[in-house]
């Protein structure tokens, strides 16, 4: 899992998601928009990461409701961005919350960390930088109730977002399989052959969809519990970031949900 690898992931990790979301947007047919805004999005979680991880003589506590008074102070920047690059719905909340007060927009974090929706974009946004963090820095979250899943995350409980394939051994004849998680960015070794949503296991009920025009991108769906994900893989294209690229390849879930199948996390960009 990355999160073991601590605190010499730095902000190059954010830095190879900007230059992949910059360069898809000038290459890609049909996602340019939201790969432009995703780009910006991704550039001020950078500033949020960088803010919390530049603070002297200050480590989060894993406590959301006490390393709020600390995190919140990036928000208004944040939601600066939101207002200039996001689609009109976005910009308009954003205004809103830059009016808010600080307990109205407390509660609404604490809600989303207690009880996470993929439809809730201000708090799951900018909330990954924090829960990064936390992996990186080794603190623990409180107030989530953790699941023993293995399709789940070990460190905080949270969804995959995307799975994507790698070798981690030059003579290794087919890539592992990792998920990302949608709360804190973390990566955890997962089974290649299993549905990340149910823990299906039968090759017989595991669908799999794939088109040219994103011919490293691949939707991995479950005919028992009609859920699916976006996998990436990395032994095609080892330039992907497995993030960017599912977005970039947007047109695979409308497929997904002409077939009846409903994503496991919607990601930021809601597809």
């Known amino acids: 899992m990355d999160v073991l690898t601590g605190t010499n992931v730095k902000?190059?990790?954010?830095?190879?998601?900007?230059?992949?979301?910059?360069?898809?947007?000038?290459?890609?047919?049909?996602?340019?928009?939201?790969l432009l805004f995703y780009a910006q999005l991704l550039r001020a979680q950078k500033e949020i990461y960088e803010f919390l991880r530049g603070r002297k003589n200050w480590l989060p506590c894993g406590d959301l409701e006490a390393d709020l008074p600390v995190i919140t102070q990036a928000l208004p920047d944040f939601l600066k961005v939101i207002q200039a690059h996001g689609p009109e719905p976005l910009a308009v909340e954003a205004t809103e919350l830059l009016m808010s007060n600080a307990s109205v927009i407390g509660g609404t974090f604490m809600k989303h960390w207690r009880h996470p929706s993929d439809i809730e974009f201000f708090p799951k946004a900018f909330?990954?930088?924090?829960?990064?963090?936390?992996?990186?820095?080794g603190a623990a979250p409180v107030g989530r109730?953790?699941?023993?899943?293995?399709?789940n995350c070990p460190f905080c409980g949270g969804n995959p977002q995307v799975s994507f394939l790698q070798n981690r051994e030059k003579t290794a004849e087919?890539?592992?399989?990792?998920?990302?998680?949608?709360?804190?960015?973390?990566?955890?070794?997962?089974?290649?052959?299993?549905?990340?949503?149910?823990?299906?296991?039968?090759?017989?009920?595991?669908?799999?969809?794939q088109s040219p025009e994103f011919d490293h991108v691949r939707i991995e769906a479950c005919d028992s519990c009609k859920h699916y994900l976006k996998g990436v893989d990395l032994t095609r294209l080892g330039f992907a970031a497995p993030l960017v690229d599912e977005i970039a390849a947007a047109p695979l879930d409308l497929w997904a949900r002409e077939h009846g199948y409903t994503k496991i996390e919607l990601n930021l960009i809601g597809v």
């Open 11 to 34: 902000s190059d990790w954010w830095d190879k998601q900007i230059l992949r979301a910059d360069q898809l947007a000038a290459q890609t047919r049909g996602s340019e928009a939201l």
């Open 174 to 209: 087919s890539g592992n399989r990792d998920l990302i998680c949608a709360t804190c960015l973390a990566s955890w070794e997962f089974r290649r052959i299993v549905c990340a949503a149910c823990g299906e296991e039968r090759p017989a009920k595991l669908a799999y969809f």
């Open 145 to 151: 109730e953790l699941s023993a899943r293995e399709y």
């Open 127 to 137: 909330l990954q930088p924090y829960g990064r963090w936390l992996a990186e820095s």
